[in-house]
């Protein structure tokens, strides 16, 4: 979410909130518009977690660590400015002796400064495995003098109970005297955190500041009920069909002979015809048309057809009868199109060729399932919800997709997906709590669904997860736009050659 755009958009924050994706809010001044949009956005944001009673606490302290951000992109300009070191001792005193006044004197100079440098001020807002992460990041390198004492700072401020007591106290004048971390720890109190709610930390290219909020412990456990009571309920869903589960079963055992698992699969006239016609799409890029299951076995090898067993049991289940199943199918496809050929493009493991591109056509099951349950479970649900004196909008949050990675997790772990598989589904808008060894497959889903958000519009570039695009070497907007771009005008011919 860009400075300049000061219209607030409630669904926005609505999609990012169910969806885990960073809100962010960049900012080079700070101006006093910028600090009401921010207001205005938090209120929504708290408001679709349950949490609109800490408003004003959460408002204060965001407030206050982004002035925090502002001066300390101040005081690195106005040190450049008079040829000071800000890591020299010496020099640190000289220009905090004459900092505050020369800038407050001239601070539109100052400012402008910054500005010109390119120096801002970032606001993330991200709800994450039921944690509110609220960040305040300036693209500075704190020095260890200045971490110190915003340390030393924070020690002092955890021993007040009250402002009173705080402003009993001689604080030194030099950086704004520390009054407004002893009001952020007070307000922490407030809200029931403790000190490691709160962080001060730096990177060699930026200063962040953390807070950390739970999600209300009650509302957590009826969003986890309700999701178990949906799977539970989930049995109007047949089991995954048997003639799959036999040919995945050969498969997975070592003495099979892949002419013995051909032979299974040739036994299923309709599972062969459409399993040639997945192996002769796109996806597979074969040099010529394959018209035998045996041919496809072998070109496409047994992992692929495993996972290809995966997607296409699951489709058969779950269908795609009605516009809005049909809708979500439709972006799935386009999510594994991409994932495909981001691996292909940035990966050099053939194996995560297959595993993304399942994981991308799988990887909204949960959303598909709530589309599947039928009108008398859906009542059932809000009578669940009724006798656990549940509020309207636990339900309302599930079926407008809250909690769907989760849901679609536990009901492919109730198909006896295989691990990864049902990793790539949890973790698809969570990408940083994938194990290492998984998170070139689920990296690659979380990027290649964002992409496909981007292009929509739902997302903006700052939304994506810094830590993934560093892994796929993505540096700037005009490079994901390049990306993108081409996979669009791919999926596009894709799509049309189906026809």
């Not at 000061?6 to 994706?21: F, T």
């Not at 807070?211 to 009571?229: G, H, V």
């Not at 059932?380 to 509020?391: D, V």
Request: charged share 25%.
């Amino acid at each position: 979410m860009a400075a300049q755009e000061l219209v607030v958009d409630d669904e926005k924050i609505k999609r990012a909130v169910q969806s885990g994706i960073p809100l962010t809010i960049t900012t080079f001044t700070l101006p006093h518009e910028i600090e009401v949009y921010v207001e205005q956005v938090l209120t929504i944001f708290l408001r679709q977690v349950d949490q609109e009673k800490l408003k004003d606490y959460v408002v204060y302290c965001v407030q206050e660590l982004a002035v925090n951000a502002k001066k300390a992109n101040t005081k690195r300009v106005y040190f450049i400015e008079r040829g000071l070191d800000l890591t020299n001792p010496e020099d640190y005193k000289l220009g905090m002796n004459t900092f505050k006044e020369d800038t407050l004197n001239n601070i539109g100079h100052y400012l402008q400064l910054q500005k010109d440098k390119g120096l801002y001020i970032k606001l993330i807002f991200q709800v994450r495995k039921n944690i509110i992460y609220i960040e305040i990041r300036n693209n500075i390198a704190i020095t260890k003098t200045e971490l110190v004492r915003i340390h030393d700072k924070l020690a002092r401020s955890r021993q007040y109970d009250n402002l009173e007591d705080a402003l009993s106290q001689v604080l030194d004048d030099s950086e704004g005297a520390g009054l407004g971390l002893v009001i952020l720890v007070l307000m922490l109190k407030k809200m029931g955190l403790d000190e490691e709610c709160f962080d001060v930390m730096g990177t060699e290219t930026e200063t962040v500041a953390r807070l950390i909020i739970p999600l209300d412990k009650t509302r957590l456990e009826n969003l986890s009920d309700l999701s178990k009571t949906i799977v539970d309920n989930v049995n109007s869903l047949p089991q995954f069909p048997e003639n799959i589960v036999m040919v995945q079963k050969m498969i997975n055992d070592p003495k099979s002979e892949m002419a013995d698992i051909a032979r299974q699969i040739s036994m299923d006239p309709a599972l062969t015809a459409d399993l040639l016609k997945i192996v002769n799409s796109a996806q597979y890029m074969l040099a010529k048309k394959v018209d035998n299951i045996s041919e496809a076995v072998k070109l496409v090898g047994m992992r692929g057809i495993k996972n290809l067993l995966y997607s296409y049991g699951t489709q058969k289940i779950l269908g795609g009868d009605t516009n809005e199943k049909k809708f979500l199918w439709d972006h799935c496809y386009k999510v594994a199109f991409y994932a495909y050929n981001l691996a292909k493009n940035f990966k050099k493991d053939h194996n995560l060729l297959d595993d993304v591109y399942v994981g991308g056509i799988l990887h909204d099951m949960g959303k598909i399932i709530f589309a599947n349950v039928h009108p008398d479970l859906l009542d059932k649900i809000r009578a669940f919800c009724a006798e656990k004196g549940m509020p309207p909008s636990t339900f309302e949050d599930l079926s407008t997709g809250l909690n769907h990675a989760e849901i679609g997790g536990m009901v492919a772990e109730k198909w006896n997906f295989p691990e990864q598989l049902i990793h790539a589904i949890q973790y698809h808008h969570d990408p940083l709590s994938a194990a290492p060894e998984e998170r070139d497959l689920i990296f690659t889903v979380y990027l290649a669904n964002m992409l496909c958000e981007y292009e929509n519009g739902n997302v903006a570039y700052d939304q994506f997860e810094p830590q993934v695009l560093e892994s796929f070497s993505i540096t700037s907007k005009k490079q994901a736009d390049g990306l993108l771009e081409r996979f669009s005008a791919g999926f596009k011919k894709e799509s049309q050659n189906a026809v």
